[in-house]
Structure formats: C-alpha cells, structure tokens
C-alpha cells in the first residue's frame, strides 16, 4: 500500500512556474514508476509525465521543454517542475505510483492539488 500526498499547486499568472511536490509513505517508493496526471472538468484524465524507477522520463506534447519531472528517492518524493505555465495548463494534478508484477500490478493515486494559470 502506498499513500501519495501532492503539495504546491495555486494560482499563478501566464508565464509563471510551480513546483508540486508528491510525498509518498507506506511502502518502498524505489522501486515504483511515478507519474504525474492532470485533469480537467468534464475532460478526461491524461499524462503529463513519468519517470520510471531507474529514471527514463518522458513527458506530454504539451508540456515538453515547459515541465520537468524529478524524483529524490531518499526523499519518497518526485517533483515536477512546471515553467512558462500557460492558461490551457489549468487543471488537478494528480501523482500516480505504479509497478506491475506477475500478472498484476499496483497503482496508487493522491487526492490531487488544483493548479490554476490565469491570463
């Protein structure tokens, strides 16, 4: 079992940056790829970047050159770092763990953090 606690959204003006920050408490986050999402009202829920356990990252369209995701494992924490933050990138942001195993997999969601850009 894992729990993901996502910190640092808010409301920040065209061309700005955040920085969120996902703690995670219950089991070894090494060995978890991390994610983070984001989510729109009446949208679907869609990518914006993963880093795996060994650290490979890949990110959205969207967001590549403008976003960076990071992890401190000795901190069970992946950050992710969001410049030159743009209207259309309003929405919840939501930290995701997972790994798969055998025939299963585990994935944990956080409760998410609004982030809000305005024009």
């Known amino acids: 079992q894992v729990q993901l606690v996502e910190s640092g959204g808010g409301l920040v003006q065209s061309g700005g940056s955040l920085r969120l920050s996902c703690a995670a408490s219950?089991?070894?986050?090494?060995?978890?790829?991390m994610a983070w999402y984001r989510q729109s009202p009446g949208k679907q829920r869609n990518l914006v970047a993963h880093?795996?356990?060994?650290?490979?990252?890949n990110y959205a369209d969207s967001v590549k050159g403008r976003f960076t995701i990071s992890r401190d494992n000795a901190k069970n924490t992946v950050y992710l770092q969001m410049n030159r933050l743009k209207p259309e990138d309003t929405a919840v942001y939501l930290c995701?763990?997972?790994?798969?195993?055998?025939?299963?997999?585990?994935?944990?969601w956080g409760q998410g953090t609004q982030v809000t850009v305005s024009s």
């Open positions: 880093i795996t356990s060994g650290g490979s990252t």
């Open positions: 995701n763990a997972f790994k798969t195993y055998g025939s299963g997999a585990w994935n944990y």
């Open positions: 219950g089991s070894i986050f090494s060995i978890y790829d």
